[in-house]
């Protein structure tokens, strides 16, 4: 549960969740990671993390310039899914020391999973929001973003101290996902029955 939320809200933000386990493993006991993932308590790693989140958190919000951000995050978001699902996990992935070792004792498997859910989680995302600029005329953006980045927040903290809870964190990401599939094909529905009224009395 720990690995799948963490994976999970990097699909939604890949920087939420290594800072917040760097903030968490370096200033309380909430999180042991293992020694390979010393690296990410260090200041200047914080400091990275914490620049590069301000600078999704604003291009996230602005339209167009979130579609392009997100053809971007189509690799860092995966990427960050399968560290942060190794190191919750407590799998010792990120320094390989031994290829033919880390293949052999299957360690891969925790970064191919948490790359796999940080991967669907952004597909959704990624096209979701085209929906929502359209259905808004740009100004659902700023709103969405929001409530990801809350939900990137929630389901790292929660995969952190309360791993049980983030089940429900995943069942409320898919509803409001179905949500927003289902109000884009209502709205294509509407349009043909909109251009036939038209016909019929203009």
């Known amino acids: 549960m720990t690995g799948t939320g963490l994976a999970a ?24 990671l293992p020694q390979s993932w010393s690296w990410v308590t260090n200041g200047w790693t914080i400091l990275i993390l914490a620049v590069l989140l301000a600078i999704e958190v604003v291009a996230d919000k602005v339209p167009v310039v979130d579609h392009v951000n997100d053809v971007v995050q189509t690799f860092v978001r995966p990427t960050a899914g399968g560290l942060v699902f190794g190191a919750g996990s407590a799998s010792q992935t990120v320094t390989v020391s031994d290829p033919g070792t880390f293949f052999s004792s299957h360690q891969w498997v925790p970064v191919v999973t948490g790359t796999l859910i940080a991967l669907c989680v952004h597909g959704v995302k990624a ?76």
Do not use: H
């Not at 809200?9 to 042991?32: E, F, V």
């Not at 359209?134 to 389901?155: K, N, Q, Y």
């Open 9 to 32: 809200s990097a699909g939604l933000n890949a920087y939420i969740p290594l800072l917040t386990m760097a903030l968490l493993a370096r200033y309380t006991d909430a999180i042991d």
């Open 127 to 202: 096209a979701s929001r085209p929906v929502v600029n359209v259905t808004t005329a740009g100004f659902g953006a700023p709103v969405a973003s929001t409530v990801e980045d809350i939900s990137s927040v929630l389901l790292s903290v929660l995969a952190i101290l309360l791993p049980i809870l983030v089940l429900v964190g995943l069942v409320l990401l898919v509803w409001a996902s179905v949500w927003v599939f289902q109000r884009r094909r209502r709205r294509k529905e509407a349009k043909p029955a909109g251009v036939e009224t038209r016909r019929l009395f203009g």
